[in-house]
T-cell receptor, first 113, second 114 residues
């Protein structure tokens, strides 16, 4: 079946450091890929998405590229801020099945001043 | 638009009690879903609906019932709560149109079953 694997956390960085959170997936066909972010005590917010191979999603300085050949969707940011501390979830949905997101286990990011 | 709203925000139940978690959306989305979030496990799909009158089971449906009588509302019912149902519950909605796959999430309901 379809699945998403994320690197385990927590990831602890100093402010202005470079961030990479790895995400790989297993799926049939061409799923859509997402990164969601959950700030402490809040629900999930869409951070970025990509719907086809080689698409790059970007938002708030975060980027991720849909790599079909490596089945990956790694999240990157060039310079993290304390306010980026949150839990990040990688997820996929199959074509015409947007009601069914399959999530990775989440990666907690802690950014120190 | 209010987006996706959920009530209550927090609830404590005793084992065997029943309750309904409410979810509503005002975006005219066809699809609605319920997930539970447990530590270290991400979110898992409980039930989903592709339109009014149509529901189906997700990955972890046991112990939960749903119905969808209107486009806007998608309540989740616990008929006899168990401690294993202690979790944070999220409702989400999305369009059915290809290219509009983004699910929008509510703020969540934190449930504690004693």
């Amino acid at each position: 079946g379809n699945s998403v694997t994320q690197m385990e956390g927590p990831v602890t960085l100093s402010e202005e450091a470079f961030l990479t959170i790895n995400c790989t997936y297993t799926a049939t066909g061409y799923p859509s890929l997402f990164w969601y972010v959950q700030y402490p005590g809040e629900g999930l917010q869409l951070l970025l998405k990509a719907t086809k191979a080689d698409d790059k999603g970007s938002n708030k300085g975060f980027e991720a590229t849909y790599r079909k050949e490596t089945t990956s969707f790694h999240l990157e940011k060039g310079s993290v801020q304390v306010s980026d501390s949150a839990v990040y979830f990688c997820a996929l949905s199959e074509v015409d099945s947007s009601y069914k997101l399959i999530f990775g286990s989440g990666t907690r990011l802690l950014v120190r001043p | 638009n209010a987006g996706v709203t959920q009530t209550p925000k927090f609830q404590v139940l005793k084992t065997g009690q029943s309750m309904t978690l409410q979810c509503a959306q005002d975006m005219n989305h066809e699809y609605m879903s319920w997930y539970r979030q447990d530590p270290g496990m991400g979110l898992r799909l409980i039930h989903y609906s592709v339109g009014a009158g149509i529901t189906d089971q997700g990955e972890v449906p046991n112990g939960y019932n749903v119905s969808r009588s209107t486009t806007e509302d998608f309540p989740l019912r616990l008929l006899s709560a168990a401690p294993s149902q202690t979790s944070v519950y999220f409702c989400a909605s999305s369009y059915s149109t290809s290219g509009e796959e983004t699910q929008y999430f509510g703020p969540g309901t934190r449930l504690l079953v004693l």
